[in-house]
């Protein structure tokens, strides 16, 4: 258990550096570029965050379930050369229908600028798609090392080229012509990588059968959800401006680090649940994750909430504060966001409840949305509705694990110590809360309610029992492991 625990815990850390770097580039991209440049950037995204799981379809997460039950080399090398090819020929699709269809698109964001960025713009899913495989294969042999270093990897090159670019030249073409830059470098990594994983192409119907049947529900899944996540944003776009849509992209976001403990954890707990004999020490791990990310995921919901408008004014400037009650608003998703639900179903292969909940959820959340934005509520009206709806999607997934799996959720989820936590975080921002005006600028805000809430974090924390010795320890052993691969690496 423990060392699933660490692997999960490095990844975790990995990913969370490749967050703060692609955060890096969106903070310093929103300063640069007009609110209109900025709005027309992060189109693009939406774009291929959406359609790029569409086309997709779940491959990508069947390697965490197909390639740890394949026993022999040749078997595994086979697979993935199998996948590799297919995956590199849906971004080619994917790319030709960009360039088909992106007049239309930029018609239907009422923004014309976005048709020739997305000219070049279709390259991207051509070496994205690759890209996007390589730490699901290495994740799914297990080799946990090397997706980490290929985030690194792919995070470096987009900070290095695009903000590169970015500070050279100011302009929206060639920010994009970087980012096409960077996505080829990692695809020639990838590829090279990749290079032993190789045999010869033979069709078979059977393969492609069995990965569809495990990978169409999951696939349809996750179009119905990133489109019920992205849902809010094509509203916004469809009805204001791309300058309304860039303010209101910064603020109705989740923190993305959340995604990131979520992908870690199920990353490393997937294939242990898919392969025999270890599922007590998986579900185990499971129920630990919940408590350890509830340590960390509210106390940031609670300071996020108190410190938001100073945070945002410092990171995207005085234009991006009319974001904060965005903002404000998607951090009540957090509460639920300290688990994982659909992974269980996943690991058992009861993927169609995966399927049913995000149909709900898009359904729900696309009626809500046409709603709320017409009417007093406005632009704030999708917001509102995304967390209506995450709420509701979480208590039917409960009601499932419950009812059809048999589970009981008193085991599963550790109710006490999330409590506790919850105290523990909600007594610290009342403190902080009472005493920030006091505090004078906006940075002194932030650095001094930071620390304070962090100290009164740690003592509401260990006086509940929220926090405890076992925490510090398992906290100082991977600090010392990730100081002795920071040696190893300097020694090279």
């Not at 991209?29 to 379809?57: C, E, H, K, N, P």
């Not at 379930?65 to 026993?71: A, H």
């Not at 798609?129 to 290929?150: D, E, H, P, W």
């Not at 987009?158 to 100011?170: E, K, M, P, Q, S």
Request: glycine share 8%; charged share 15%; hydrophobic share 55%.
């Amino acid at each position: 258990m423990k060392s699933m625990t660490r692997t999960a815990g490095m990844l975790s850390g990995v990913e969370s550096l490749r967050f703060v770097l692609k955060s890096i580039i969106g903070i310093v991209l929103a300063r640069m570029l007009s609110l209109q440049d900025y709005g027309s950037y992060r189109q693009l995204f939406l774009i291929y965050t959406s359609f790029s799981t569409i086309l997709l379809v779940g491959l990508p997460q069947t390697m965490l379930y197909f390639i740890p039950k394949l026993k022999l080399d040749q078997e595994k090398s086979q697979y993935i050369c199998r996948i590799v090819d297919f995956i590199s020929v849906l971004g080619m699709i994917f790319g030709l229908l960009i360039l088909i269809f992106g007049g239309e698109i930029a018609a239907r964001f009422a923004n014309p600028e976005l048709k020739k960025l997305l000219l070049l713009f279709a390259a991207y899913p051509v070496f994205m798609f690759v890209n996007q495989i390589y730490s699901f294969i290495m994740l799914g042999l297990k080799r946990t090392q090397s997706a980490m270093r290929f985030s690194l990897l792919a995070a470096s090159c987009d900070l290095i080229l695009i903000l590169g670019v970015a500070v050279l030249t100011r302009d929206l073409t060639m920010i994009v012509l970087a980012v096409l830059l960077s996505a080829f470098i990692q695809w020639v990594y990838v590829r090279w990588q990749l290079r032993a994983y190789s045999s010869s192409y033979q069709w078979d119907p059977d393969f492609y059968k069995a990965q569809l049947r495990y990978s169409l529900p999951l696939g349809l899944s996750s179009i119905i959800g990133i489109l019920a996540i992205q849902l809010d944003k094509f509203v916004i776009s469809g009805v204001f401006t791309p300058a309304q849509f860039a303010v209101f992209s910064i603020g109705a976001m989740e923190l993305p680090f959340i995604g990131i403990l979520n992908y870690s954890v199920n990353s490393v707990i997937l294939p242990h649940l898919s392969a025999s004999g270890e599922k007590s020490e998986a579900l185990r791990v499971y129920r630990g994750s919940i408590r350890k990310n509830a340590l960390l995921i509210f106390p940031v919901a609670v300071l996020s909430f108190i410190l938001a408008t100073d945070v945002l004014t410092l990171l995207y400037g005085s234009d991006y504060a009319a974001a904060t009650p965005y903002f404000r608003v998607y951090l009540g998703i957090l509460l639920v966001r300290i688990a994982s639900y659909g992974v269980i179903f996943q690991a058992l292969g009861k993927t169609k409840y995966i399927l049913y909940n995000a149909i709900f959820t898009l359904v729900g959340n696309l009626i809500l949305n046409l709603i709320l934005v017409r009417t007093a509520l406005g632009m704030m009206g999708p917001a509102v509705a995304t967390v209506i709806i995450t709420y509701a999607s979480t208590a039917l997934y409960l009601w499932w694990i419950h009812r059809k799996l048999s589970m009981d959720l008193n085991l599963m989820f550790p109710w006490l110590q999330l409590g506790r936590t919850m105290f523990a975080a909600l007594l610290a921002g009342l403190l902080v809360a009472v005493l920030l005006p006091w505090f004078g600028s906006f940075i002194f805000r932030i650095i001094a309610g930071g620390l304070l809430y962090l100290g009164a974090y740690l003592g509401a924390g260990h006086l509940t029992k929220a926090i405890i010795p076992y925490d510090i320890d398992n906290l100082k052993a991977f600090g010392r492991e990730l100081s002795n691969k920071w040696e190893l690496f300097r020694g090279r």
